[in-house]
């Protein structure tokens, strides 16, 4: 068994892939366990498995595959993950587990199954099971068709799509195995269980003995609707629900609303399979059908009955086939033959459904005028063609063909459509049947009640009977009002008698009490719900009402409760509703009066009523109104008393006093009381006759008013209009229509008789009197208001003085908006008289008016000539055809429906081959919408979606046409037409990038202004989906701008459910963009507010109905729960119906109309400009990168403004005259202050839109856009806003283009802004956009930027020369030979200006230049005759200008906020780092810093300490108080901040205060500072307050050591214990950090390789060490490293160190020291692996060796002096692959391509070379033992000793040779090195020894101080990377090219004098040596480096190269020559030099 102990060690996952099965059963029952075991179902261990479940089920073992299938179904139970192996597996397991033998297999195969179902992947596992299906071996195909049957048994029909299976039925019965036809039976009967009858059509066709057999089964199967009985993960809730109905034994009620939507989701038609047929008509058909004799027409008619009985047809253009058929039916002599076209008819119509809607309404009139036919065959098949079509259209469509044939003389005809009409109704719900339907219909169906014949009154009587069942009494009786009561009985009775399609869910059948239909309470659907189909709201009449009553918030008696279920909601229990006391309120005879009166009024009022005394009438009413005013309301008897009013005297009344106070009591009872319209009319002629009196006018119009508001406006000004003008007195007539206007504007329009008041008003423009003539034309401007421009056609015939004061009228009411309504229904009445009808009339005021226009008939003009001529084939004839119909239309102006054969003649012109004709086409639709109104809407689908067609045209100017003429009808169709049926999505779906884009475009601007979409709206969103995936980016712009109006209406949850069908990668990036799009969904628009005929008064109004003002004030507040999404209102503004309602929905909108520009001009919107970038990076946007701007730029800007810019003003920007954009560019000047946070938040848009008036040619706007731009970038820098690289980008270039501007002041201006520029963008990012500039072709604009790249130099240094200053000033020097005069001057003087800031260094920089090109630089400079020396003061005296107003906003922090703080430290460190790439090069010409980011420090190092700010003393802190606001007094120069007590609100912002003063320039405030940090870190309590600010902390102390290192030890004046007391601080409070180990863990990769930069910078520093306590300071900084390197993330310190490694060596600069000491803190990180391993995210690591190998190749590493990169990366690499093994190899994911890695290799080497080695390796290698021994073996001593010799024999390895020998020795302590030392000389033998024994006693000497330093000089070295995104910038940012020797030497001279020349006493500085031990590397250092490291050379010589020559590096490598002759001699020279130390020493003190 020796093999089993092998694979028994192995990890599960690898048992599981074993070769032997046996260790594979295991590895499946250890996984078992383990996926039971595992928790969390998101653990990483699930990901380990991915790959291997497909394995576990396709075991070739029988005994492996069982356990292997029970762990996979435990893995799909438990993984998140597992849904990935869903194909893989289900394939896995039909083919190789459903063919097994054993039971147990196929169990847990369909097991495995069903879980992927549950787990949501239903389709994909469906998808391989109908494969399954497909397989040859009968096993499979069982086992597949009993896995489907289980799971559509368990999950139910709406998770298992039945269509697939349903169409491979038949197939499966047809199978020549029993077993596959028996399962196929079950499967059957499961399906019948789901869908019933619907299967019954796809099987008719299988054999009829199993048909037969299937009957019987599904006889048997039980009726009770089934239910699913398992859920998806997602449907928990429903699970639960499910469970809990289980406990209580299944409640029934509760199953029902899954039912609802479960039960009749399948249409048998669904299920089958749509049949072409129009290819397979007779070729001859419609000859055949035109020939005269009947049997060659009866054959063609057979042929296509035989077609269209299939029972699902593929759509097409069966137009011409219709047109055939229509013939037959309509103009055929044999009746046989007509019944037979009707038939085909049918056919046609049940097979294609929605798709044949758009030949109905040619059909229908044909088919209802054929009803003349007897006999019973011809009218039995004309009823089922007729039936069969209404249900391809709704009634709506058809309504104006059936109304003219109701007036038929011939009584068959009428009696048939009455019948058609209640057979249709039976069809309808109350929403799709709306009044404006109902109101001719019934006006019809009143005649045919009425009519002689019999029949055609019964068919009248079914007719209106079903429309009341179906609409309800509410909206019926108000049509039935002069019905005689025998007649009402009638139809009521028929009421009763229907049986309606929709069963009780159409509202009537499911109210029981008082036989009362219910459908009185669902009237009010079709109002706010509009025109949606309403069978879902009507469906569930019970749960509706009540939530419709919740909702309200108000006793329903209150405003309308905006839910769908309607008005009455409280149902018979309502106090009985003032309708009834309206309408009934019978007339009471006048005694009855006078005794109800006398019961509420005192008897002595009563007597006095008609008293002569006209005081005691006044006592009398005095007494009146007291009574009046203390009744109740229900106590009140209004007839009664309006009756006692009107009693002699009455209105007669002569006294002014009485007759004022009479009419103020009758407003009181209208207020007060139930008033109803009998008692109305009996004062309204009193009142009428007073309303022109002087003194009593106002108490009427009071009085008026109040009785409107009781009665309804439009009742009441209907009586009251009538009144005046039946009488003659002109002032009663001109105030009552002056009452008029007002009651309209108080009341709104709603409801009101448009045609009565138009003929008042023309009688009254008739009149004599001017004043009735002024008073008509104010209320007409009033109605303009509500009704718009169509009301004017009403008066064009008056005479042309009259019409020019009316149309005066009309222009003073242009752009204003309809009040919006302060009165309404009095609080009591609900829905009184015709308040159920006041929603539609309201939407539709526009329309009625156009109702009431006269319409011509031009049917007859259209004559089958012209339709011939407009379809002729000269194009020519075919225009004349066209331009005869557009004169036909504009002689008409108002035409009827009826158009005869001209659609199907247009529908031709669409596609026309001539463009012109096509636009023509659209021009005359266009026309025709105008023209016909609203009933264009028949036309919708057989002329409008062709012309949708026309939008994926290619040429522009056609495709806007064709939008325009699809606006011009949306408008007069409204959206529903369009959206029904599939032909929207039909279109959608043809692969046209304009017809998407433009479709699209169009659906986004409609779909927000809806309320209700029809569901067929969901078929366009698979087609949606995918043009958001569309090759053209216009056309997924679009797709995602219409995603969230989709949404919006059709709700997240459908439209993710639609992502099903998707390849899994779209799957993810749709969803991902629907979750984006669910964040910006708008809300739906509110129901149109009703409140028009609303009061104000109760304060309860439901949310809805709030007051228009309170609307308006008070957006924000919560009572407004529905309140319209504003945003939505904006974008699509409401459609033109809403507007009706005054301001109340339009609030924000009719602002903007108004031009109301008091708001902000700039909207912030949260995240806005981020969300701008990111779509911008992921290319969703276009990027703003341009030559000239194109037209998709400009519409993509603004798009993005319109969200975030003033409607107003982006208009202004926009417009296409140039004085437009001047008026905006004022405008934001003057809001420029005032809205900063507005101009920041949209300052990306502001820039780019800058950039397109550059490209303007009027030099005024440019003037203007550049003065804006000066205050802008001033703001902005007063801000200290940072401009963003997307903001600079999309800006820079285009500015820089016009300073080549020939104006002079242009050009100024532009310098000037460039400047500013650099206060908000880092100058040398402005530096490359200018070098950018200088290679335009333009001279001007050349000379320009090379003068501005003189500037930026000059006041910046060279730091600013990008990408280095040897590449920039190189592009510079090559315009010296430019042809142009000013661009060569400019070129010159630039270099001239560098070469004054830097110095002879200039000529090296620019490297090679013609002769003639370096005469001139030459000539230029000795004219120029500013020698380097001045170039400091220059720079002092030139900067001031840029830097003072900086120095003054750094110290001031913007709004006093301190968080800014630590982001301002970000900005500095973030350039520092960008500035400062070249490692160590603190070059001394120039200390910079990229000016924005100048501090103090700036001022300290640019004036040399010449002013001296004081900072004030800080106050200390309590510490106590840390997290208390702190108080800090005024400071003595500058002031901290102006509001500091805001600043402190939090602990954050103390710490980020006190942290940002921690890199301040002046030392105390500093050293404060840190102390207060420092207390912080030391209380365990507290220092947590530190968590989340370390690497701010982090950066600006190593930015204060960098001001040290520059500034301070600079300074003579200072004094140096200043400076040691800041470096203790600074290493104190580090150390004291780096002890709390979590909060050392929080540095990152960056901020711990800057500090470790600069803490070795500091160790380096030369000028530390001669300080007093320097010594101690290094030694300090010693042990903060060793901290550093243990507490640090241990990720981040690695990666940290290897970046700076990299960078070291890239560095020229670098002092060979530096890489030296960070090798050596990587050494130290090597020992620590083995402890830290396991925490270090390997991945990161590798890419960064990989990085560093990339940027070093093994090449180059070789050439370097020193082999210790080399040696440090194999080290690392060593120890890596020792610790981890092989598993190495998977940590190399973050790598993009593997193979190409030298890494890889270098690791897969390794990797072979430890497999190889037997023996284990030693430990000493931790050590740091050479890379040598650790391959070592006993077998291959000879051959390593014998490479030592060598080594110790060579020249350059001797040290190297001497250090392994030694190392050797000690690890195999007992090998004989004698024989090779035998053959060599004396001298040689005696060299070794010596050498072993220097390092001998020079490592354990070192080991002592390494125990007190932390840091071991034993590692052996490495070199390492940096990622990836520093490799290009460290390379690009050294500063230049090399430096020759002699410079090094001149400086070394005066080092040497200064250091007494050698000052190298070991034990002065042991932690310093035990640092720098090895030998030195190359220095091509920057200046100081090269000068710090002297000191250390000299000692190394005396420690290291006693006995022997000196290491020839030590001569290359700082080409200084200092070597020493001899061993003896160098040791010597150490003793004399340490005499002359001594000496100096004692001088010094």
């Known amino acids: 068994m020796g093999d089993d102990s092998e694979w028994m060690k192995l990890p599960v996952d690898q048992k599981c892939e074993h070769k032997l099965w046996k260790a ?45 299938l029970e762990a996979a179904l435990a893995y799909v139970e438990n993984a998140h993950v597992a849904g990935k192996t869903t194909g893989e597996v289900a394939s896995g397991v039909v083919n190789k587990v459903f063919n097994q033998p054993k039971a147990r297999a196929k169990e847990l195969g369909e097991d495995i199954c069903l879980m992927y179902i549950e787990i949501e992947k239903g389709e994909a596992i469906q998808e391989e099971l109908l494969k399954g299906l497909d397989n040859k071996n009968p096993k499979i195909i069982v086992a597949c068709i009993e896995t489907l049957r289980k799971a559509l048994s368990e999950f139910g029909s709406k998770i298992i799509s039945l269509k697939p299976i349903i169409k491979v039925l038949p197939k499966l019965f047809e199978s020549r195995e029993k077993a596959v036809r028996d399962e196929a039976k079950l499967l059957a009967v499961e399906i019948y269980r789901w869908i019933r009858d619907a299967l019954r059509p796809p099987l008719q066709n299988i054999n009829s003995v199993q048909l037969k057999e299937l009957e019987e089964e599904w006889i048997k199967v039980s009726s009770a609707a089934p239910k699913q009985t398992r859920f998806l993960r997602s449907q928990q809730e429903l699970k639960a629900k499910f469970e809990q109905q289980q406990g209580l034994g299944g409640d029934a009620d509760g199953g029902d609303d899954d039912e609802e939507e479960a039960v009749p989701q399948v249409d048998a038609y669904e299920l089958l399979e749509a049949v072409e047929i129009l290819s397979k008509l007779p070729k001859d058909f ?45 103009k055929d002599t044999n009746v046989m033959l007509v019944a037979l076209a009707a038939k085909c008819l049918a056919g046609l119509a049940t097979g294609l459904r929605k798709k044949f809607g758009q030949y109905a309404g040619h059909v229908v009139p044909t088919i209802l005028e054929k009803f003349k036919e007897k006999k019973p065959q011809v009218v039995q098949a004309l009823q089922e063609a007729i039936d069969a079509i209404f249900l391809t259209t709704t009634l709506q469509n058809i309504s104006e063909d059936i109304l003219a044939v109701m007036d038929n003389k011939n009584p068959t005809i009428k009696q048939q459509t009455s019948l ?164 009934f309120e019978s007339e009471l005879s006048i005694e009855v009066c006078e005794e109800k009166a006398a019961a509420v009024l005192p008897a002595s009022c009563i007597q006095q009523l008609d008293s002569g005394n006209w005081k005691e009438r006044l006592a009398c009413m005095e007494e009146f109104q007291k009574a009046v005013e203390l009744m109740e309301r229900s106590e009140m008897p209004c007839q009664a008393l309006v009756r006692m009013l009107a009693k002699k005297p009455g209105w007669k009344e002569t006294n002014f006093q ?102 008042n008003v023309k009688t009254a423009l008739a009149a004599t009197n001017p004043a009735v003539r002024t008073s008509a034309i104010t209320l007409l401007g009033v109605m303009y208001l509500y009704v718009g421009p169509s009301l004017r056609m009403f008066f064009e015939d008056e005479k042309p003085a009259l019409l020019s004061q009316i149309d005066a009228e009309f222009e003073k009411m242009q752009g204003q908006t309809a009040p919006a309504p302060t009165r309404g229904i009095s609080r009591h009445s609900v829905g009184g008289g015709d308040d ?120 522009n100017n056609v495709r806007a046409a064709a939008l325009a003429t699809v606006n011009a009808w949306a408008e007069q169709t409204g959206m529903k037409e369009w959206l029904e049926g599939e ?24 779909l927000p202004a809806l309320r209700s979409v029809p569901s067929d709206l969901l078929l366009c969103v698979p087609h949606l989906y995918s043009c958001l995936e569309d090759r053209n980016g216009d056309v997924r712009k679009k797709a995602q701008d219409a995603l969230p109006f989709f949404m919006m209406h059709l709700g997240f949850e459908k439209m993710a459910k639609a992502t099903g069908k998707l390849k899994p990668t779209s799957k993810d990036q749709v969803l991902a963009m629907l979750e984006k799009a669910k964040a910006n969904m708008p809300a739906k628009p509110a129901p149109p507010a009703k409140a028009s005929s609303r009061v104000v008064g109760g304060g309860a109004a439901s949310a809805k109905f709030q007051p228009a003002s309170a609307f308006a004030d008070d957006l924000g507040s919560n009572t407004v729960e529905s309140k319209p999404d504003l945003k939505k209102a904006k974008a699509g503004g409401l459609s033109s119906k809403t507007k009706v309602q005054g301001k109340k929905v339009l609030s924000k909108p009719s602002l903007k109309e108004e031009d109301d520009k008091s708001g902000p001009i700039f909207i912030i919107v949260p995240n806005g400009k981020e969300q701008r970038m990111r779509e911008e990076k992921a290319l969703k946007v276009l990027k703003w990168n341009f030559t000239t701007p194109r037209d998709e730029y400009i519409e993509q800007l603004k798009t993005q403004m319109s969200t975030c810019v003033a409607k107003w003003l982006q208009d202004e920007m926009f417009h296409a005259d140039f004085q437009h954009h001047n008026k905006a560019l004022t ?200 020698r380097p020396s001045s170039a400091p003061v220059r720079q002092a005296e030139e900067k001031p200008q840029r830097t003072q107003n900086i120095s003054a906003h750094a110290s001031m922090m913007r709004k006093g906020q301190a968080e800014d703080m630590s982001s301002k430290l970000k900005i500095m460190y973030r350039t520092y780092r960008i500035q400062n790439r070249n490692m160590g090069s603190h070059s001394e010409t120039t200390h910079t810093v990229p000016r924005e980011f100048q501090l103090d420090l700036d001022e300290i190092e640019n004036d040399n300490g010449t002013v001296r700010c004081e900072m004030p003393a800080l106050v200390q802190h309590k510490l106590d108080d840390i997290f208390e606001p702190v108080l800090i007094p005024e400071p003595k120069i500058r002031a901290v901040s102006p509001h500091f007590d805001d600043m402190h609100s939090n602990t954050a912002s103390t710490i980020n205060f006190v942290i940002s003063q921690v890199a301040s320039g002046d030392i105390n405030t500093s050293i404060q500072a840190l102390t207060q940090i420092d207390e912080v870190l030391k209380q365990e309590d507290k220092a947590e307050a530190m968590s989340g600010h370390i690497d701010q902390f982090l950066i600006a102390t190593f930015m204060q050591l960098r001001l040290i290192y520059n500034t301070h030890m600079a300074d003579e004046k200072l004094d140096k214990d200043e400076i040691v007391r800041l470096y203790s601080c600074i290493i104190g409070s580090m150390i004291t950090l780096f002890q709390i180990e979590s909060l050392a863990r929080e540095a990152s990769t960056g901020v711990l390789k800057d500090l470790m930069h600069g803490l070795i910078t500091l160790m380096l520093d030369s000028r530390v060490e001669d300080l007093e306590e320097g010594e101690q300071v290094i030694r300090s900084v010693n042990l903060l490293v060793v901290k550093v390197l243990e507490k640090s993330d241990q990720t981040n310190i690695l990666s940290a160190l290897l970046v700076l490694l990299q960078d070291s060596l890239l560095a020229t600069a670098s002092s060979p020291k530096f890489s030296e000491l960070v090798m050596k803190c990587l050494w130290r990180m090597v020992r620590l692996l083995p402890e830290t391993i396991n925490g270090i995210n390997l991945d990161r690591i590798l890419l960064d060796i990989h990085i560093f190998m990339k940027v070093f190749p093994k090449e180059k590493l070789k050439q370097c002096k020193s082999e210790f990169p080399i040696r440090t990366l194999k080290t690392l690499l060593h120890t890596l692959c020792k610790l981890k093994g092989p598993k190495i190899l998977d940590h190399l994911t973050m790598i993009d391509n593997k193979n190409e890695s030298e890494l890889e290799a270098h690791l897969c080497r390794l990797m072979k070379h430890t497999m190889e080695q037997t023996g284990k390796a030693d430990t000493d290698t931790e050590k740091g033992a050479s890379h040598i021994e650790e391959k070592a073996s006993k077998a291959k001593v000879n051959d390593i000793l014998a490479e030592i010799f060598k080594k110790i024999g060579s020249k350059e390895n001797t040290k190297e040779g001497l250090a392994e020998l030694y190392e050797y020795k000690k690890k195999y302590s007992d090998v004989d090195i004698e024989p090779f030392l035998k053959n060599s000389s004396q001298f040689f033998q005696s060299y070794v020894e010596r050498g072993l024994r220097l390092i001998e006693t020079e490592r354990e000497g070192k080991g002592r101080i390494a125990t007190s330093t932390g840091i071991s000089s034993q590692m052996e070295g490495t070199c390492i990377p940096l990622s990836t995104h520093t490799v290009s910038s460290s390379i690009g940012n050294t500063n230049g090219e090399e430096v020759g020797p002699s410079v090094y030497l001149e400086r070394l001279k005066i080092l040497r004098q200064r250091c007494g020349l050698d000052n190298a006493k070991q034990e002065d500085r042991p932690p310093l040596t035990s ?43 700082s080409g200084i020559g200092t070597t020493l002759a001899s061993p003896s001699s160098a040791a010597a020279n150490i003793d004399d030099l340490k005499k002359r130390l001594e000496r100096i020493k004692s001088s010094r003190k």
């Open 24 to 68: 594979r059963l295991n590895g499946y029952e250890e996984a078992l366990k383990l996926f039971q075991k595992i928790d969390d179902e998101k653990s990483p261990e699930w990901s380990k498995y991915l790959g291997l479940i497909k394995k576990f089920v396709t075991d070739s073992n029988a005994v492996a595959q069982l356990k292997g």
């Open 286 to 330: 419609y000859e055949k059908i035109e020939a005269k004799k009947w049997q060659e027409r009866k054959e063609a008619l057979e042929a296509v009955e035989l077609l269209v009985k299939n029972p699902k047809l593929e759509s097409g253009d069966y137009a011409d086939l219709v047109k055939a058929l229509k013939k037959v039916v309509g």
């Open 658 to 759: 009485v007759m004022q106070m009479k009419l103020h009591i009758v407003a009181l009872i209208a207020q007060k009381g139930n008033f109803s319209k009998t008692s109305a009319q009996v004062v309204l002629d009193g009142l009428v006759d007073k309303v022109g009196d002087v003194k009593c006018g106002t108490n009427a119009k009071e009085a008026m008013t109040a009785i409107a508001e009781a009665c309804q406006l439009p009742w009441t000004a209907e009586q009251v209009v009538a009144m005046a003008f039946s009488q003659k007195n002109p002032k009663n007539q001109s105030e009552t229509l002056n009452w008029l206007s007002n009651a309209i504007k108080e009341f709104g329009f709603s409801g009101l008789n448009v045609k009565a008041f138009i003929s």
């Open 420 to 583: 058609f009409i209640a057979r249709s109704f039976r069809h309808c719900t109350p929403s799709t049947l709306p009044k404006s339907l109902l109101k001719p219909f019934c006006a019809a169906l009143l005649k045919h009640i009425n009519d002689s014949a019999p029949e055609v009154r019964d068919a009248g009587f079914e007719a209106l009977g079903t429309a009341l069942k179906v609409a309800g009494e509410k909206a019926v009786n108000p049509f039935l009002t002069d019905v005689d009561k025998l007649k009402l009985d009638r139809i009521k009775e028929c009421a009763e008698k229907v049986e309606l399609v929709y069963g009780k869910k159409a509202g009537g059948a499911a109210e029981k009490k008082e036989g009362k239909p219910v459908t009185g309470k669902t009237t009010a659907v079709p109002g706010p719900a509009g025109d949606k189909e309403t069978k879902d709201a009507a469906t569930k009449p019970g749960p509706v009402k009540k939530a419709s009553a919740v909702k309200a918030g108000v006793p329903p008696k209150k405003g309308k409760p905006a839910a769908a279920a309607g008005t009455g909601a409280a149902g018979p229990k309502g106090k009985k509703g003032p309708e009834t006391k309206e309408i």
């Open 1227 to 1426: 405008v934001m000047i003057e809001h420029l202050e005032s809205e900063k946070d507005g101009v920041i938040s949209c300052l990306d848009l502001i820039l780019k839109w800058l950039t397109l008036r550059f490209f303007d040619t009027n030099t005024s706007v440019l003037m203007k856009a550049l003065e804006y731009l000066k205050l802008l970038f001033n703001l902005l820098s007063q801000e200290e806003y940072h401009l963003t690289e997307n903001e600079a980008s999309s800006f820079i270039p285009y500015l820089i283009l016009k300073v080549g501007e020939p104006k002079d002041v242009i050009r100024k201006d532009v310098r000037a802004i460039l400047n500013r520029m650099c206060l908000i963008y880092p100058a040398s990012k402005m530096f490359l956009f200018i070098m950018e500039g200088t290679k335009s072709k333009n001279s001007k604009q050349r000379a320009e930027c090379l003068e501005e790249l003189g500037c930026l130099v000059e006041s910046y240094g060279m730091n600013v020369c990008q990408p280095t200053p040897g590449k920039a000033l190189k592009e510079m020097a090559t315009h010296i030979g430019d042809r142009d005069n000013t661009v060569r001057n400019a070129a010159l003087n630039t270099i001239v200006t560098v070469y004054n800031v830097h110095g002879d260094q200039v000529f090296k920089l620019i490297g090679n230049l013609s002769e003639k090109d370096m005469s001139m630089l030459e000539e230029r400079i000795k004219r120029s005759a500013k």
């Open 836 to 955: 159920g009808e006041e929603e539609e009339e309201q939407e539709e005021i526009g329309n009625d008016v156009v109702d009431l226009l006269p319409r011509t008939d031009i049917g007859d003009k259209i004559t089958a000539e012209l339709v011939s001529k407009i379809g002729d084939k000269n194009w020519k004839i075919r225009k004349e055809g066209l331009d005869e119909v557009t004169s036909i239309i504009n002689e008409a102006k108002f035409i009827q429906p009826n158009i005869g054969e001209l659609p199907a003649a247009l529908k031709g012109r669409l596609n026309d081959s001539n463009k012109i004709l096509v636009q023509q086409t659209l021009s005359i639709l266009q026309q025709l919408a105008t023209a016909m109104g609203p009933n264009i809407k028949q036309y919708v689908k057989n002329l409008g979606i062709p012309v949708i067609t026309v939008l994926g045209d290619s040429k």
């Open 983 to 1006: 032909d929207l999505s039909e279109e959608l779906k043809k692969e046209n990038p304009f017809l998407r884009q433009e479709l699209l475009g169009w659906l986004a601007e409609k």
């Open 1971 to 2013: 640092l720098l031990s090895k030998p030195a590397l190359p220095t091509v250092a920057s200046s100081t480096d090269m000068l710090h490291s002297k000191l250390s050379q000299l000692r190394e010589s005396r420690e290291q190269y006693q006995h022997l020559d000196l290491d020839s590096n030590q001569t290359h490598s």
